[in-house]
């Protein structure tokens, strides 16, 4: 009995042994007796460890961030490779989906789906979320249906996006159908010229603020024109786009007069758009995604020097003095900070948080107020979306006020 009982005592020192040595760090080098000396004197050091195991901290973690190319919108594929650099491969997986996505939403979903399929990803942002995001997501979901995703900017129904994604974020649209007609009479408009086209006017929140937008113009005495475009994922392409607009603003100058407002839905829109209104000596209150990067260096010709990279006052100021010296003081306005960048690199760092189990849950408002607070270093207004009567508790709208060039 007593050779069984040490039998038993010898086999389980022997586990014992085995696992202690499986803890130790791989190494061809003898160890000194004062580094045996310290693994011996280390219990804080283990206990530490243990700690921010204990907290949720999880080393492995990755992002993967999809945004447009950038012939569609250079600021938000910049947005994403800022968070590359800021992180590192090991940390952010970024992606694009195609220039023309209506027609090939198949990509859209394989390209989502690959960011899936790494272990590592917990949490994924995609902006802008063009159609065919909801089926994206839901895709990835049928891998696994632990990763938080952010949307950015949807182009899907209020309905469908935010059964899908976590969290979403869009700019108050709404609220844009005031205050940029408001912008525009301040800046000495008496027409306001909206450029879309069917598609977008299929969303419903964009078919919204057109609509409000004619009846607050009608309010503060602007005249309302509801101008149609090319669809930039049609047939023409977005050169075919850009080129009407070169065309038909000088058209519409002539027939109302400089002091007319132009506003597009569409972002490939904004360069010639900015170029054309300036040239023409019109208004232009806003891009359609407000931004100080958002058309305004390309139209203009600023370069933008490597040690002034991501230097937003550098953009602004050198916005101010170009517009200056042509004439148009006055009659150009954005939004302080690029509202799509925000998504994708205060969505990141919200994203992180999450990841480090800094967050009540997928949905935490306060952390998401404080992460776009310290992108912008101004004021945000971020409001839960309400539509038709129905409040979306994943469905944020942001509002920020204009700067005037």
Sequence with gaps: ?????????????????????GQQPASNEEQTPAEENNEQEAPEEESSEETASDSGKDEKWKIGIMTGTVVQNEEEYNAAQNVLKEYGEEHI??????????????????????MAA??????????????????AIDKAKEIRDDILFIAGTPGENPDDISAKADLVLQMDELAMGKTVPEQAKKQGAKVFIH???PRHMSYPLLAARRDIMEEHCAEIDLEFVDA?????????GVSGAQQFILEDVPRMIEKYGKDTAFFSTNCSMQVPLISAVLQGGAIYPQPCCPSPYHGFPSALGIEIPDEKKGDIDYVIEETRRIIKEKGGEGRFSTWPVPVNMMYIEAGAEYAKAYIEGETEGKVDLEVLKAKFKEYAETDVQVNMLEEGGKKYDNYFTVLIDFINY
Excluded at 118 to 135: E, L, N
Excluded at 228 to 234: C, E, I, K, M
């Design 1 to 21: 009995m007593f050779k069984k009982i040490l039998s038993i005592l010898l086999v389980l020192m022997l586990v014992v042994g085995l696992a202690a040595c």
């Design 93 to 114: 997986i970024t992606m694009t989906y195609p220039p023309k996505f209506m027609d090939e939403q198949e990509t859209t979903i394989a390209n989502v789906t690959s």
């Design 118 to 135: 790494d272990t590592d990803v917990k949490a994924i942002v995609i902006c802008q979320a063009v159609p065919g995001t909801s089926a």
């Design 195 to 197: 450029y879309s086209f």
């Design 228 to 236: 149609s475009a090319p669809d930039p994922t049609g047939d023409a």
